[in-house]
């Protein structure tokens, strides 16, 4: 006879045995489908990384002291340039500013002033010559101690080759002292199209500070003019000038009729905008205008238009009343005859 009680232990031996091999299973289950789910996410991080772009999007602790060095640097560097141009004023001769590359060492002007000019005015270019533009050896001499590049500017003839094409290329092949916008065809109503092909051309060619533009019949005072950008080198994005606004007129006869003029608003007054007998903008802003050429429209006037291209822009305006130059103020850095 089988003792009492001693029956049902082979039975809890096997359910003890059952249930620690489903624990353990189990355990085994849960453990796999963790591990999938996170081999899951690592793909999908991996891919959305890959498809966006951003894999690499991070910036470590010692890149961003760098950039933090880096801007110092320009700060210093910034002042030092000012400092610079202010000795230069006082009779100081050397290299303006110069940026090495490898072997060799290239120079940075500090402004390049494109004259704008027309067929039939070489009266009002020979004033020029003889009063503010230097001619021949002290062109040159302008260009390397003062870093100063003045060129006129005109296009072609719409009968390209016709005798007003010749007479400038004469002209230039005596003076050299022209940009001739071959792909520009000359008409007054295309003035503001050749102030920005001008500022084109002038940013794709000289690798300047500043780049101005005036007119034919302005006079420059080329020590004030340099003295005054040397006060702005600090200012990475800058549009300088005789700021003004006005109102934008609508009728067919008026000498400043702006055909656009409904999209001034019912107000029909212009922006804020520097007057066109001279203004001057910074490289990052003549830059940004060669980049974008042909998608910056442009109005009626040179002046209008240029202002139009500041709009939306991390640019600073300079009301700088020694531009005035019909105003023939004390200490002006030009006058309009």
């Known amino acids: 006879m ?4 001693s029956g049902p232990r082979p039975l809890s031996r096997i359910s003890s045995i059952m249930l620690s091999m489903f624990a353990t299973m189990a355990t085994f289950y849960v453990a796999g489908r963790l591990w999938q789910d996170a081999q899951n996410r690592v793909y999908l991080i991996k891919e959305l990384d890959r498809r966006t772009g951003q894999g690499q999007s991070a910036i470590s602790v010692d890149e961003t002291l760098k950039l933090v060095a880096c801007r110092h640097q320009q700060k210093k560097l910034a002042a030092l340039e000012m400092e610079l141009a202010a000795a230069r004023h006082e009779g100081f ?18 402004v390049v002033i494109g004259i704008v000019t027309e067929f039939g005015r070489k009266k009002h270019r020979d004033a020029v010559r003889k009063s503010w ?28 080759g016709d005798g007003l094409d010749r007479e400038i290329d004469d002209e230039n092949s005596q003076t050299k002292d022209f940009i001739v916008l071959d792909n520009h065809v000359e008409a007054s109503e295309e003035g503001p199209k050749k102030t920005k092909l001008f500022l084109v051309y002038a940013a794709d060619t000289w690798d300047a500070e500043f780049y ?18 040397a006060s702005h080198l600090d200012k990475p ?41 001279m203004f001057v903008v910074s ?10 050429k042909s998608i910056l429209r442009t109005f ?20 700088e009343g020694k531009l005035c130059c019909s105003s023939w103020s004390s200490g002006a850095v030009c006058a309009a005859a």
């Open 133 to 160: 533009l230097s001619t021949g050896a002290a062109m040159k001499k302008l260009e390397s101690e003062k870093g100063v590049v003045a060129r006129f500017v005109i296009g072609r003839s719409a009968n390209q």
């Open 283 to 292: 490289r990052a802003v003549a830059q940004f205008i060669s980049i974008n």
């Open 300 to 319: 009626a006037h040179d002046d209008v238009s240029v202002g139009s291209w500041m709009i939306g822009l991390d640019v600073k305006h300079v009301n």
């Open 237 to 277: 994005r800058v549009y300088i000038g005789c700021m003004k606004s006005g109102e934008v007129f609508s009728e067919l006869s008026h000498k400043w009729f702006e055909p656009e003029w409904w999209k001034f608003g019912d107000g029909k007054s212009y922006f804020r905008h520097a007057s066109g007998e």
């Open 212 to 229: 101005a533009k005036v007119n034919d019949d302005v006079y420059v005072n080329i020590d004030a003019l340099g003295t005054m950008l």
């Open 2 to 5: 089988q003792s009492r009680g």
């Open 93 to 110: 001769v050397g290299q303006y500013s110069s940026e090495t590359n490898g072997t060799y060492s290239r120079k940075r002007l500090l």
